[in-house]
């Protein structure tokens, strides 16, 4: 019998259901027992999100500061951990953050084979960077990883994701997709599931090979690895500025969220067009440096 663990923080419930399909696909296979158990805050985050409780929340996730968060009832050793998470400002959201920083995550994680599922819009890489680290720091050993963004292109869900943290709404509007991520893709998650339960039954978890190669379980837009990083650059920055400011929704720290706020506003208008001008003329140039990183940030599976 193998045992895995499949943890998890969902607000809205969307990252709940890919890993309810991930759950499905393990629990197809004889001699899986799984414990599903979702990561929670002492103190609930809203949603949908206020403007200010949104930007409020920016510095700490980028510092990866983390949250108190609720003991978790589980047992004391387990074959796999799924740990599935979505991406708060280029960075694991506060909680699964906050759980990674407790005693228990350490006691649970040292020298264990880990797969991360992240479900976000499409902007993970420095995300999973930083969670690579908070692993390795904890001794696990991150085997795979999957990722699903939200449906649309980079352009459409820069307005639709945003949408609906604010308002909760996911619906069509105007030339605008669904927001979230599209159903045939949470639905086809269980051949994670799947997979993951083959690979224990051949004890593949205790090698170092990635489990989810040919699926698809991570493709890259190479088109948006210079744009994070720009973008992680003045979240550092702009973090340091909004915390210094004051404490948590203090009207100090509040009147610098407005001006940061103004501030990508213009930055979407002006220098996100002119560096996509940029980019189409010199991408030629670039094309081997894109295809190199592209092959790092898909690893291990990929395609
Ligand atoms: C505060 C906040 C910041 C976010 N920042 C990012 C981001 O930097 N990159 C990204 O791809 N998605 C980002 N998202 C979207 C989430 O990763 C995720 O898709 C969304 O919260 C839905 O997940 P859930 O309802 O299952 O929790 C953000 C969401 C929130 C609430």
Known sequence: MKRVLVLYYSQ???????????????????????????????????????FYAFFNVFPEAVFLDGCPVKPLDIAEEYDLVVLGYTIWFLSPSIPVTGFLQTEQA????????????????????????????????????LLDNVVLTDQGKSLYTFVTT???????????????????VAEQEISASDRFGERLAEALALDKEQGNEPLLSGLG???????????????????LIWSKLIKRAGAPNSLARNIVITIYACFLFCLVLTVVPLNMLVRAIFSPLRRKAVAREVAYFEQPSGR
């Open 162 to 180: 945003p949408r609906w943290m604010l308002t909760g709404k996911k619906d069509r509007f105007l030339f605008f997709p669904k927001a979230g």
């Open 12 to 50: 809205s419930g969307q990252l709940g259901r890919i890993i309810n399909r991930v759950v499905k696909g393990l629990e197809r296979r004889a001699g899986i027992q799984c414990d599903c158990r979702e990561i929670k805050p002492r103190e609930p985050y809203p949603y949908p999100w206020s």
């Open 106 to 141: 350490a006691d649970l994680l040292r020298d264990t084979p880990v797969v991360t599922i992240i479900g976000c819009r499409d902007m993970w890489l420095i995300g999973q960077e930083k969670m690579k680290s908070l692993l390795s720091g904890l001794g696990a050993r």
């Open 217 to 235: 379980a991570v493709n890259v837009n190479g088109k948006l690895i210079a744009t994070e990083r720009i973008a992680h650059r003045s979240f």
